[in-house]
């Protein structure tokens, strides 16, 4: 079973995600990084934050359905 750390983790992933999917990147990093404090090898929130970072500086269209799109190998 989860102790109360993960359960933490799982919350605060979720709620990131969440706020990854309706554009709020700034909030999202912020719960992903709760994640880290926690799990600091958590490798889905690193990525995650990441992908916040770009849509920052490169937002993606109106329409976007919350799917990540690769530029480069």
């Given at each position: ?52 970072k770009d849509y920052i500086h490169n937002p ?14």
């Open positions: 079973m989860f102790d109360e750390n993960m359960k933490k983790v799982l919350e605060f992933y979720n709620k990131g995600l969440a706020l990854y999917r309706e554009k709020k990147f700034k909030e999202g990093i912020e719960e992903f990084e709760k994640v880290l404090q926690i799990k600091p090898d958590d490798g889905p929130s690193v990525l995650y934050i990441q992908r916040c993606p269209p109106e329409n976007w359905d919350g799917v990540y799109v690769m530029k480069t190998k």
